[in-house]
Each structure stands twice: as structure tokens, then as C-alpha cells.
């Protein structure tokens, strides 16, 4: 976990001194959505693998939806509300 973290942090230094240059951080923005479409499709080939995942669907899956849901919305508030504190901070500016 600290690890993932530590990879994080060093990534958002290197995009802080990187955010300058438009036509490098497209192509980064780019690529990582294609990497996120095929990391979430072999996460899904590796889930319909897995017989005791999608045996046991029923009854962990009111529990599976739940716990995305809430991650879900709890990104979209996080994201929110750090929109309206940046925007305040830049004096109301959008």
C-alpha cells in the first residue's frame, strides 16, 4: 500500500513540473484511459475466469455493488467539493 502511495506521490511531482508542456501530458492523458479500458477488461476476463468468484455471485453481489457504489459516489463528492474549495480559493472564479 505504501508503495502505491509512494508511486502516486512521485507521479504528481513529476506532473507538477510537467504541466507546462500541453502536447506531453495529452499523449499521457491518452494513454492512460486506453491502459485503464484494457486493465478493467482483463480485471473482467480474470473474474468470469474464476469459478468460485461467479458461483458465489449471489451472494456476495448485493455486497460487490454496494461497496462500488459507495466508492462511486465518494469520488464524485471528493471531487465536488475540491472543486468548490479550489474555486473559492481563486475567488469564486470557475
Known amino acids: 500500500m505504501f508503495r502505491i502511495l509512494l508511486l502516486l506521490l512521485i507521479g504528481t511531482g513529476i506532473g507538477l513540473m510537467l504541466r507546462n508542456s500541453a502536447t506531453l501530458v495529452h499523449g499521457i492523458e491518452k494513454s492512460t484511459r ?18 468460485s468468484i461467479i458461483d458465489n455471485l449471489g451472494s456476495v453481489g ?33
Open 34 to 51: 486506453y491502459t485503464i479500458f484494457l486493465l478493467l477488461f482483463i480485471f473482467g476476463i480474470s473474474i468470469g475466469s474464476n469459478r
Open 62 to 94: 448485493l455486497e460487490a455493488f454496494t461497496i462500488a457504489f459507495l466508492g462511486i459516489a465518494g469520488s464524485f463528492f471528493t471531487v465536488s467539493l475540491f472543486k468548490y474549495i479550489s474555486s473559492k480559493k481563486k475567488g469564486g472564479e470557475k
